[in-house]
């Protein structure tokens, strides 16, 4: 077979090497892999127009939970628990704890390949934040004094954005952390008077990333991996610091492989192959890559001495300890399910983002 596969997440960071190794090591399934990029929103319009069409060209979508939402809630992927004994024995029992929690977000219509605590973290320069906030309200207070300095971007299409909306009920204390619609009145509040002071909301998290490399912005919201990450590609620089809220509870975040419906049997057996071959100890080390997902292993066992070389190097020269001690011990919660999160994007697009 050849599989084409589609990007919205940025997932190939991580899993790259593991496409070539599989290809390399399993020529008798695959003749060629090729891939491409998208964004989470164009996601299921074009999925759902190759499958009216009769003609589904992509046979595996890596993608995180936004995309991963938007496709269940238009019931555009293959259904995956017919195969998980013949395919991925003891799926549930291999992820270690947060990621096995996170996996039944998919609802048994996609694998989870990497997994992160994520945030949410704040991303600052230490030359123009003396002292970071450490509550919503220092950060409001902040906001105030630096107009246009503080930036997150739009939900819907950013990890770090969708890591902060999905974090502040819980930091503010709002009725239910998991009712965006009736349980959020406290957390629409706060990003109502937030946005009177923050620079516009970017579509993507990079050009966050971008606007304070270059100083444009003096402190975004961030996450574990995209903390790290950037500062090791050399895109920001490596003395912007990050910062914990206190009595933080950490919104996990994870990445999927999922298969549109529409699939030959031939395909979808190819594809499903090449997912518990991601899933093996030996390939997950590869997920630790530059950072990206931090730590990224959502299987048991696979710890960063077991990452490759530039991996290990990579976490010891620009991670910081500080952030394995948040997370020691801490509060994680999910992100939040399919239906609830496309309400918060709806929401936040409605309420949030018209407004600026």
Same mark, same amino acid.
Not at 11 to 26: N, W
Not at 117 to 126: F, Q, R, T
Not at 132 to 160: C, E, H, I, T, V
Not at 260 to 271: F, H, M, R, W
């Given at each position: 077979?050849?599989?084409?596969?589609?990007?919205?997440?940025?997932?190939?960071?991580?899993?790259?090497?593991?496409?070539?190794?599989?290809?390399?090591?399993?020529?008798?399934?695959?003749?060629?892999?090729?891939?491409?990029?998208?964004?989470?929103?164009?996601?299921?319009?074009?999925?759902?127009?190759?499958?009216?069409?009769?003609?589904?060209?992509?046979?595996?979508?890596?993608?995180?939970?936004?995309?991963?939402?938007?496709?269940?809630?238009?019931?555009?992927?293959?259904?995956?628990?017919?195969?998980?004994?013949?395919?991925?024995?003891?799926?549930?029992?291999?992820?270690?704890?947060?990621?096995?929690?996170?996996?039944?977000?998919?609802?048994?219509?996609?694998?989870?390949?990497?997994?992160?605590?994520?945030?949410?973290?704040?991303?600052?320069?230490?030359?123009?934040?003396?002292?970071?906030?450490?509550?919503?309200?220092?950060?409001?207070?902040?906001?105030?004094?630096?107009?246009?300095?503080?930036?997150?971007?739009?939900?819907?299409?950013?990890?770090?954005?969708?890591?902060?909306?999905?974090?502040?009920?819980?930091?503010?204390?709002?009725?239910?952390?998991?009712?965006?619609?009736?349980?959020?009145?406290?957390?629409?509040?706060?990003?109502?008077?937030?946005?009177?002071?923050?620079?516009?909301?970017?579509?993507?998290?990079?050009?966050?990333?971008?606007?304070?490399?270059?100083?444009?912005?003096?402190?975004?919201?961030?996450?574990?991996? !995209?903390?790290?990450?950037? =500062?090791?590609?050399?895109?920001? #620089? $490596?003395?912007?610091? %990050?910062? @914990? /809220? +206190?009595?933080?509870?950490?919104?996990?975040?994870?990445?999927?492989?999922?298969?549109?419906?529409?699939?030959?049997?031939?395909?979808?057996?190819?594809?499903?192959?090449?997912?518990?071959?991601?899933?093996?100890?030996?390939?997950?080390?590869?997920?630790?890559?530059?950072?990206?997902?931090?730590?990224?292993?959502?299987?048991?066992?696979?710890?960063?001495?077991?990452?490759?070389?530039?991996?290990?190097?990579?976490?010891?020269?620009?991670?910081?300890?500080?952030?394995?001690? !948040?997370?020691?011990?801490? =509060?994680?919660?999910?992100?939040? #399910? $399919?239906?609830?999160? %496309?309400? @918060? /994007? +709806?929401?936040?697009?409605?309420?949030?983002?018209?407004?600026?």
């Amino acid at each position: 077979m050849t599989l084409n596969i589609l990007d919205v997440a940025g997932t190939l960071q991580l899993v790259k090497p593991i496409l070539d190794a599989f290809k390399s090591q399993h020529p008798e399934i695959v003749a060629n892999i090729t891939t491409s990029t998208g964004t989470a929103p164009e996601l299921a319009p074009k999925v759902q127009a190759q499958q009216q069409a009769g003609n589904v060209q992509i046979q595996l979508v890596l993608t995180g939970t936004d995309g991963l939402a938007a496709g269940i809630q238009k019931n555009l992927w293959q259904p995956l628990k017919p195969y998980y004994d013949t395919f991925f024995p003891n799926l549930m029992a291999n992820y270690q704890p947060g990621a096995a929690s996170m996996a039944t977000l998919a609802q048994d219509q996609g694998i989870e390949l990497v997994w992160t605590p994520s945030g949410p973290l704040l991303e600052y320069d230490p030359a123009k934040v003396a002292t970071p906030p450490n509550s919503p309200q220092a950060l409001l207070d902040w906001a105030k004094a630096n107009p246009g300095k503080f930036q997150y971007a739009q939900p819907r299409n950013s990890g770090p954005g969708r890591t902060f909306l999905m974090g502040l009920p819980y930091l503010l204390g709002d009725s239910d952390p998991t009712d965006p619609t009736n349980g959020w009145a406290k957390t629409w509040d706060f990003l109502t008077q937030l946005g009177k002071y923050t620079a516009p909301y970017p579509s993507k998290t990079s050009a966050t990333m971008t606007n304070i490399a270059q100083g444009t912005v003096s402190m975004i919201a961030s996450t574990a991996g !995209w903390y790290i990450n950037p =500062r090791v590609l050399g895109t920001v #620089p $490596a003395g912007i610091k %990050v910062a @914990a /809220f +206190d009595n933080l509870t950490w919104v996990s975040d994870a990445q999927y492989g999922v298969i549109p419906k529409g699939l030959s049997q031939d395909e979808l057996i190819a594809v499903m192959r090449l997912l518990a071959f991601a899933l093996t100890p030996d390939q997950q080390a590869a997920t630790f890559d530059n950072c990206y997902f931090y730590p990224g292993p959502a299987v048991k066992g696979v710890t960063p001495d077991k990452a490759p070389a530039a991996s290990q190097q990579a976490i010891q020269k620009f991670g910081d300890p500080r952030i394995d001690q !948040w997370i020691a011990g801490a =509060r994680i919660k999910n992100s939040l #399910p $399919a239906a609830a999160q %496309v309400t @918060a /994007f +709806d929401l936040w697009d409605k309420k949030i983002g018209a407004a600026k």
